[in-house]
Structures are given as structure tokens and as C-alpha cells.
């Protein structure tokens, strides 16, 4: 069902685990599947200089976080807020037709580590991070008290 690319990924998934004291958190859950992925992102000088990830979701979410966590990397806020599913998907050569929300998942758990990261150092938010982030906070905190492990 999978392409060589995101079984390497899979199999051996890079750059899994928190950065300390890191400068943008971000989480997303899946509107299609309710699989939850966190990222941390280190920022130097307006570029992410080291990117991890947490996925609590399928086998392609394993992938997804993982190409996307050395996709971004030294890359600038501007270029990071450009990347899409898409880039994702070529860079791993393509997924199944019933698994592109997974590559939606990490994409938008990474642009909620850089809305955290821009709203934390005060700089100006797009408007689509924080009508993301709204959408999620509810089911997000409702996990939350029902005492579900949010990675
Ligand atoms: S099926 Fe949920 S992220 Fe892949």
C-alpha cells in the first residue's frame, strides 16, 4: 500500500521528540480521523534551525511528520507558511488517495508551532493559523479533561 519513500520514513522515522524550552509548540488533530500530531520548532535568526514531531496516528502520519521535519529546516518563517500537503505528498513521492489527510495533519500541527511562535514573541498572526487553532481548542481541551493524553 506504500511507497518505498514513506516505509523508510516509517520504519525509521527522523527527528521524534520534544525540543526543550523550544520556541513554537503546535498541535492539530485530525477533522477526519481524530489522529493527533505535536510539533516543536526551534527558531534562530527567522529560520527554524531544528523541527521534531510527536504523531499519535496511522503509519502515514509517522511519515508525514517525519519528511516534514527535514522539509522545513532551514527554511524561514515566509517559506515555512508556504509549504502545503502537497509538498509533503511529493516528498514522499505520493501517498494513497485515502491517506492525504494524514500530511494535512502534520502540516497544520506545524503551522500551529509557528502561530505559537509568532504569537509568543509578539509578531503579527495570519488570520487562517488563528481561525485554526479556534477550531481545535475545544476538542482539544474537552480531550484534555476527560484525561486523554494529548502526546
Ligand atoms: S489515519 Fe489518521 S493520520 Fe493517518
Redesign the pocket.
Known sequence: MYNEMVLQHFNNPRNVGEIENADGIGIYM?E????I?KFWIRIKENRIIEATYR?K?????IACGSILTELVKNLNIEEVLMITKNHILSALKGLPEK?I??SV?ADDALKDAIRDYLSRNLFPVPTELVEKQEKIKPLLKKMKERGQILI
Open positions: 485530525s477526519f480521523c481524530g489522529d500530531t504523531t496516528g496511522c503509519a502515514a502520519s491517506k489527510h494524514c495533519l
